[in-house]
């Protein structure tokens, strides 16, 4: 099993930044790929970003590309999402997860799940 915590959600303004944070635990070598999604109410979980955890691959949603950046310490086992010029149509619960498939970005390819950090941009 893989155990993943996220952290760094909370209250931006528009324009703003925040970096999240996903602490991995467990088998994290059976995961290939980390990912960040994100969901509001009432929709579908959205993929944002995603990365092999030798870093050398990464992928993005085209609504958050140029602004955010995903990057991975597999030594201390932690992924990280740093967004820039947010805007209130990211605001969100943003998860991490963890995929035993290279370069999964759909959320039915991933099969742990952290509990979720609330992002929320004030306009």
């Known amino acids: 099993q893989v155990q993943l915590v996220e952290s760094g959600g909370g209250l931006v303004q528009a324009g703003g930044s925040l970096r999240l944070s996903c602490a991995a635990s467990?088998?994290?070598?059976?995961?290939?790929?980390m990912g960040w999604f994100r969901q509001n109410p009432g929709k579908e979980r959205e993929f944002v970003a995603a990365i092999s955890w030798s870093g050398g691959s990464t992928y993005y949603a085209s609504s958050v590309k140029d602004r955010f950046t995903i990057s991975s310490d597999n030594v201390e086992n932690m992924v990280y999402l740093q967004m820039n010029s947010l805007k209130p149509e990211d605001a969100a619960v943003y998860y991490c997860?963890?995929?035993?498939?290279?370069?999964?970005?759909?959320?039915?390819?991933?099969?742990?799940w952290g509990q979720g950090t609330q992002v929320t941009v004030s306009s």
């Open positions: 467990g088998r994290t070598f059976s995961t290939y790929t």
């Open positions: 997860a963890g995929s035993i498939l290279f370069g999964a970005t759909s959320p039915r390819r991933y099969a742990y």
